[in-house]
């Protein structure tokens, strides 16, 4: 009788033993999924702040830049470009 109870023992502290490790899955597998949403945010705060920075660059470089529309200012510098490459050859 008195194994049958220390296996009964035994066997509960195993099943709480899984839950304990499954439940502690539960949480990493929940941080990874934050850590990785933060990353995503920051790099997108990243590329939001170059493509600013880099679109206020231009805008001084470019006369009237605030006047001209996108597709302008896509020819322009593709043209700009055009002509490099043709100095270069």
């Given amino acids: ?10 066997s509960k502290e195993i099943k709480d033993k899984i839950d304990d490790t499954e439940e502690r899955l539960r949480q990493l597998k929940n941080q ?7 990353d995503i945010v ?8 170059r493509l600013i920075t880099r679109g206020a ?3 001084s470089l470019i006369e009237n830049a605030e006047e001209l529309t996108d597709e302008e200012i ?16």
């Fill in 42 to 49: 920051k790099r997108r705060k990243e590329r939001t702040h």
């Fill in 74 to 89: 896509k020819i322009l510098l593709e043209e700009a470009k055009r002509q490099k490459n043709l100095k270069k050859h």
């Fill in 1 to 10: 009788m008195k194994k049958l109870e220390q296996l009964r023992q035994e």
């Fill in 57 to 59: 660059i231009l805008e």
């Fill in 32 to 38: 990874e999924k934050k850590i990785l949403k933060q």
